[in-house]
């Protein structure tokens, strides 16, 4: 299944762009998948003279999948055609468990492969032959994106989850008003003294309320 995020992150890379060398504290962890063996050495040389770490190397999809779950590397570069598993197979399971961004590695760059490898959850996509001045671009273009992505998806998340949290809160309160006559200031101010006097989330407080208040049996008094 293509991950929803795919689509708005994709970048083709070609010669002459320029992008600054990583630093010690911020070196990156590859994992290469290129089933020649000449190229996966080429490409884990020009990784490593430019401050990259080359944690893992595979000759088929299925390997890389398997060390890429092992590994957790920064960046997973994947070879379009391998054995097993091609290399776009590999990245639609590397991409949906966000476990790393993907760069698509082809001798082509027709815009079907262009396409399937941006559906497939890659952030970018290098034809090669290619020089080091095409590669690092691509790996920080695909580590910039992936950052980007991620953070967006925890701001989505964070907002779901304040949306979620207002509504249980709401409901709460009025099942304390209906229930019990208070009004929603009193209603709001018991969940938010009973969250902290028992080191709860008002979430779970309003939870147990909207609970106990369905019950059609309640105390006297609300309790948690």
């Known amino acids: ?57 595979a000759g088929d999809g299925e390997t890389a999948v398997r060390l890429a779950e092992e590994l957790k590397p920064d960046l997973v570069i994947l070879d379009i055609k391998m054995p097993i598993m091609d290399g776009l197979a590999a990245a639609e399971r590397i991409a949906g468990a966000r476990i790393a961004p993907v760069i698509i590695l082809t001798a082509f760059s027709q815009r079907d492969l262009v396409e399937r490898a941006r559906a497939a959850g890659a952030m970018a996509y290098l034809v090669k032959p290619f020089q080091k001045s095409d590669l690092v671009p691509a790996v920080e273009i695909a580590l910039s994106r992936y950052s980007e992505v991620a953070a967006l998806e925890a701001e989505v998340a964070s907002l779901t989850d304040r949306l979620e949290i207002r509504k249980a809160v709401e409901r709460a309160k009025g099942a304390l008003m209906t229930t019990y006559g208070m009004t929603e200031p009193q209603a709001f101010k018991w969940i938010q003294r009973t969250a902290m006097d028992h080191r709860m989330t008002m979430k779970e407080v309003a939870e147990r309320i909207l609970a106990e208040t369905a019950g059609g049996e309640v105390s006297q008094q609300p309790t948690v």
């Open 1 to 57: 299944m293509t991950p929803g995020w795919a689509g708005a992150a994709f970048e083709l890379v070609g010669v002459g762009l320029v992008a600054e060398m990583p630093t010690d504290a911020e070196r990156r962890r590859v994992l290469i998948a290129e089933d020649e063996a000449l190229i996966r050495l080429d490409l884990a040389e020009m990784l490593v003279e430019e401050g990259y770490e080359v944690v893992g190397e």
